[in-house]
């Protein structure tokens, strides 16, 4: 979420972003990171089933984005699936080893797995 990266209010980056991703899939519905941008976006707005979805449709189209299982890794985290969150954060770092992102969301999780 750009809110992650930048000063910006998640308030006023979800609207924005759901508006451009929504913009590219009626361009092209087929775009992946488009469909997982959205999943973000229903990932803020707590609509889970919505972003389970956005997210199934991504790695439907592209099983290969290593940033998209990276998302959907956290979504199962604030699900407390911890068991399918640890799946594709590891799926994220096989794809892309260097990405320090995956590697310290696989790490958080078995972190958060020990303490329950």
Same mark, same amino acid.
């Given at each position: 979420?750009?809110?992650? =990266?930048?000063?910006?209010?998640?308030?006023?980056?979800?609207?924005t972003?759901?508006?451009?991703a929504?913009?590219?899939?009626?361009?092209?519905?087929t775009?992946?990171?488009?469909? /997982? @941008?959205? &999943?973000?976006? =229903?990932? &803020?707005? !707590?609509?889970?089933? /919505? @972003?389970g979805?956005?997210?199934?449709?991504?790695?439907e !189209? #592209?099983? #290969?984005?290593?940033?998209t299982?990276?998302?959907? %890794?956290?979504?199962? %985290? =604030?699900?407390g699936?911890d068991?399918q @969150?640890?799946?594709h954060?590891?799926?994220?770092?096989?794809?892309?080893?260097?990405?320090? #992102? /995956?590697?310290?969301?696989?790490?958080?999780?078995?972190?958060?797995?020990?303490? #329950?």
């Amino acid at each position: 979420m750009v809110s992650d =990266y930048a000063p910006i209010p998640a308030k006023e980056a979800i609207p924005t972003s759901e508006v451009y991703a929504k913009k590219a899939l009626a361009i092209d519905n087929t775009l992946a990171e488009a469909h /997982a @941008a959205l &999943g973000i976006d =229903y990932d &803020g707005d !707590l609509d889970w089933s /919505a @972003a389970g979805r956005e997210y199934e449709r991504a790695l439907e !189209l #592209n099983p #290969n984005l290593s940033r998209t299982h990276v998302l959907y %890794g956290l979504h199962f %985290g =604030y699900l407390g699936n911890d068991d399918q @969150a640890i799946l594709h954060f590891k799926r994220a770092v096989e794809l892309d080893p260097l990405n320090l #992102n /995956a590697t310290q969301n696989l790490a958080m999780e078995y972190l958060a797995t020990k303490a #329950n």
